[in-house]
């Protein structure tokens, strides 16, 4: 790499392929190497070598570099603890140089690395006690271990946003965070261990709060032999008086204490009845609520009842988690999403996916659910279709509810966050064909797309 660029540059971004070369040249030099793993071959980072040459290489880097200022660093490298010193450094001349944003990518994506036991780098709060540490904005720190500071008083009074991925926290650490980061907009704590198995979130400044795959850690002893055993880090109070946007999901939710008046975008991930119901009361406590994406499984929606309306409710997604092995034709029923339109009377857009849908063999008639009118709805898309007659007795009845309906989309495309983009084959085979057919001469039929 050129170091003139570096020496003008304010963004310093250092990853495998800016510091040891492109995909073909790891491959080359061993430090990219193909590992057989079960059915397939993993691309793995050959740490023993690499891991020195590039902590090497950023040293260098940042030993010389002789711009005016640095506005980010961002890391993407598998470190751990072995590289907490050069670490260190790396973070103090950023500070020292009026850093805004860093990013410590310690996963090393895209690449696989070994597994054994690690010792996440340990983010020490104490570092900001330097020159100009007050000038980051943006912290976003991936698989580390964030220590509480020695005082419980952090001089970072201009962070706006605050990520933890894969990293080990304490709840009371973000306690302190929330007390003395004035400024922060958004807290993000994905699949995080925390702790704790209850987690307060206080905060007049917060906008946007994630708190997804966060679990705590026991031990259970059996037999003389001691088990690990991880489980659901739970909200109990959400006192954000600002929050316009909250995802979400864990459970708990019937003990949850939530304040967020203005809150305008919820995303939540619900398992079990319980939990839907309780969501349910708390939707009536979001009066501005304007979005909702909801995931969650057939056999719970089926107790779905909204009661309260949902009066400023404009987009609503659902993602159907369907079981394959105890699925029946009750628990895959699309018409109870009918329910949630009358309570939402300025809904414009629905997004409906099912995920690991079956074909039904036995099929009633098409049932004709009481008539009722929807002034605001344009767009429907639903994903995950086979062309089952379900499907069909669901388009025939938003056509006749739906009066300023411009396009229902139907797609046999989904995907679950784990996953990348499938399709149902049955669909090609003969599910699309099956709906045209059926959907001949019903009026409204013009604003069907079928993919």
């Known amino acids: 790499m050129d170091g003139n660029l570096w020496v003008s540059s304010r963004d310093l971004y250092f990853d495998i392929h800016s510091m040891l070369g492109s995909e073909n040249e790891l491959l080359e030099t061993g430090y990219l190497i193909d590992v057989p793993s079960s059915s397939i071959v993993e691309r793995r980072l050959n740490l023993d070598m690499s891991r020195d040459e590039f902590v090497k290489r950023v040293n260098q ?3 010389n570099f002789q711009g005016p ?3 980010s660093i961002l890391v993407n490298f598998y470190l751990k603890r072995e590289q907490s ?8 001349v950023a500070f020292a140089m009026g850093v805004e944003r860093i990013d410590l990518l310690f996963l090393g994506k895209p690449y696989a690395h070994d597994t054994t036991q690690r010792k996440r780098y340990k983010f020490d709060f104490d570092l900001f006690y330097v020159t100009n540490a007050a000038t980051l904005k943006n912290l976003y720190l991936q698989n580390c271990v964030v220590c509480h500071p020695t005082n419980d008083f952090i001089p970072s009074k201009n962070l706006r946003s605050l990520s933890l ?6 709840a009371m650490s973000v306690e302190s965070l929330l007390t003395n980061c004035e400024l922060l907009e958004e807290l993000c704590l994905s699949f995080c261990e925390v702790k704790s198995s209850m987690l307060k979130i206080v905060s007049s400044s917060l906008c946007h709060l994630k708190v997804v795959g966060c679990y705590v850690v026991s031990h259970k002893f059996f037999d003389n032999a001691d088990f690990k055993v991880m489980d659901y880090v739970n909200l109990i109070l959400v006192d954000c008086l600002n929050l316009t946007s909250l995802e979400y999901d864990g459970r708990g939710l019937d003990t949850l204490n939530i304040n967020t008046p203005v809150l305008k975008s919820i995303k939540f991930s619900i398992s079990l009845k319980g939990d839907l119901n309780a969501f349910v009361g708390l939707c009536a406590t979001f009066p501005e609520l304007e979005a909702m994406h909801v995931t ?9 009842k909204i009661t309260q309306p949902l009066k400023h409710l404009k987009e609503l997604k659902l993602d159907i988690m369907l079981n394959s092995d105890i699925i029946n034709d009750v628990e895959y029923d699309p018409l109870w999403i009918l329910n949630i339109l009358q309570t939402a009377p300025l809904l414009q857009k629905l997004s409906v996916m099912f995920l690991h849908l079956e074909l039904f063999k036995s099929q009633r008639d098409i049932r004709d659910v009481e008539i009722f009118s929807h002034e605001e709805l344009k767009v429907i898309e639903l994903r995950g279709c086979i062309g089952d007659w379900l499907e069909i007795e669901f ?7 739906a009066h300023k309906l411009e396009q229902i989309v139907l797609s046999p495309y989904l995907r679950d966050v784990s996953s990348d983009w499938e399709s149902h084959h049955v669909w090609y085979q003969s599910g699309r064909d099956r709906i045209s057919e059926k959907l001949q001469g019903v009026e409204g039929q013009e604003k069907v797309v079928l993919i």
């Open 69 to 71: 200022m640095i506005e």
């Open 61 to 63: 880097f940042v030993k």
């Open 395 to 401: 388009v025939m009845n938003v056509l006749k509810c």
């Open 85 to 92: 010193n050069s670490i260190d450094q790396w973070i103090k």
């Open 165 to 170: 991925e894969s990293s080990k926290v304490d």
């Open 296 to 304: 969650t499984f057939s056999m719970v929606t089926t107790s779905l």
